[in-house]
T-cell receptor, first 112, second 116 residues
């Protein structure tokens, strides 16, 4: 029973355009959401996070949007760069627990 | 500052053998986590140490898995005896302070375990 779902296994975007990665969750107890980026043969690297009391958090080219009523979050990367090509994992945690629940990841490819 | 390190990077063993994975967290981090990713699937939580104590071991698959963190520094994860379904990438992560779900978890590069 997957509580965090990334339904798109892959996404291909042209350099300079916007990349939008989506994530859905089922557990209403989740109150903190994160995006991690992973390159081959490396561990996941923290990218950006958002608390459930917010609906948007921005950090440079990366913006995360949270829609609690729809139990949906998205990561926007603009403009996309070839170095952004990686697997992106959505993760969530519930109040009073550090345990991260991950999605299956979306492989983003940014081409010139 | 050194990141989370894991050893070995790869391990290939036969079914029934024993393997021990090691994780060295970032210096000063009280929290240490083990996760596992089976081929193409999600990264799954295994357990969480706060210093030397197991805070949450709800993700440990069965009693063939034993995790320790003696002295609250590095941690080991032993699989004995290994089964085919144990194959995957084992990640270790650490974070600084206890009690804050918003403390960033920093991941190591992982150990790729293959059980033949």
């Amino acid at each position: 029973d997957q509580q965090v779902k990334q339904n798109s296994p892959s996404l291909s975007v042209q350099e300079g355009r916007i990349s939008i990665l989506n994530c859905d969750y089922t557990n209403s107890m989740f109150d903190y959401f994160l995006w991690y980026k992973k390159y081959p043969a490396e561990g996941p690297t923290f990218l950006i996070s958002i608390s459930s009391i917010k609906d948007k958090n921005e950090d440079g080219r990366f913006t995360v949007f949270l829609n609690k009523s729809a139990k949906h979050l998205s990561l926007h990367i603009v403009p996309s760069q070839p170095g952004d090509s990686a697997v992106y994992f959505c993760a969530a945690s519930a109040l009073n627990t550090d345990k991260l629940i991950f999605g299956t990841g979306t492989r983003l490819q940014v081409f010139p | 500052e050194a990141g989370v390190t894991q050893f070995p990077s790869h391990s290939v063993i036969e079914k029934g053998q024993t393997v021990t994975l090691r994780c060295d967290p970032i210096s000063g981090h009280d929290n240490l986590y083990w996760y596992r990713r089976v081929m193409g699937k999600e990264i799954k939580f295994l357990l969480h140490f706060v210093k030397e104590s197991k805070q949450d071991e709800s993700g440990m698959p069965n009693n063939r898995f034993l995790a320790e963190r003696t002295g609250g520094t590095y941690s080991t994860l032993k699989v004995q005896p290994a089964e085919l379904e144990d194959s995957g990438v084992y990640f270790c992560a650490s974070s600084q302070a206890w009690g804050g779900s918003t403390d960033t978890q920093y991941f190591g590069p992982g150990t790729r375990l293959t059980v033949l």
